[in-house]
């Protein structure tokens, strides 16, 4: 009996500090999400500065548009307009996120001003294999987006990549992650593009 009462009382100051560190971790959480967020932003504005040189300022537009994801779930996509010094616009950004051979990929896109062509994209978060799926963070892979054009884009195996179309080549030994990357950027910019022309952001000379 008194190994059972022993046993009890353990149990009972297990779950009691279980619940407290769970506690812990949340408050701890909701005290940095705004930190952190804040932080992507940066990181996210650095980027898009690289690919968009002209701008000087990225402004979130009031309302954001909402797409399909490859899943098939409703999700909404903040887009910012990224003006030069002058006050004109020079391109638009917006973050995308797909499955990925080891786990999510979270990419930020920048598009020229007409919304026609890809400036480029690159990598928010990842953790994909280190030597084969990291290497979507690479220029040789990436900048095979640079100009292609803001539609649907295709998986090649064998290509040239110095030619800039629709068609994009595929890292060897990591298919899986070039294949990820492609259909993110294709599904999303050819969502938010369709939306924001709906909208009348784009098109007809709204920029």
């Not at 999700?75 to 010094?85: L, N, R």
């Not at 890809?118 to 990291?134: H, Q, Y």
């Not at 999303?188 to 939306?195: A, D, G, L, N």
Request: proline letters at 2%; a neutral charge.
């Amino acid at each position: 009996m008194s190994k059972i009462k022993h046993f009890m009382q353990q149990s009972w100051l297990l779950i009691v500090a279980s619940f407290c560190f769970g506690l812990l971790i949340a408050v701890t959480s909701a005290a940095l999400s705004p930190r952190i967020r804040q932080n992507e932003i940066n990181k996210r504005n650095r980027l898009v500065s690289v690919l968009l040189p002209e701008a000087k300022d990225f402004i979130l537009l009031d309302e954001p548009v909402e797409i399909q994801s490859l899943q098939g779930k409703i999700e909404k996509v903040e887009i910012y307009k990224a003006m030069s010094g002058a006050d004109e616009c020079v391109g638009w950004s917006f973050e995308a996120v797909g499955s990925g051979f080891a786990d999510k990929i979270k990419l930020v896109i920048a598009l020229d001003k007409d919304f026609e062509k890809i400036a480029g994209f690159d990598v928010l978060t990842s953790n994909e294999t280190p030597g084969f799926g990291d290497q979507i963070k690479y220029d040789y892979y990436r900048d095979q987006f640079k100009g292609a054009p803001a539609g649907e884009l295709k998986l090649v195996t064998i290509g040239e990549r110095s030619t800039i179309d629709s068609e994009i080549v595929a890292i060897s030994g990591a298919t899986i992650s070039s294949e990820a990357v492609v259909e993110i950027v294709s599904n999303s910019v050819t969502k938010v593009k369709e939306q924001m022309r709906k909208k009348g952001i784009i098109g007809n000379d709204k920029q």
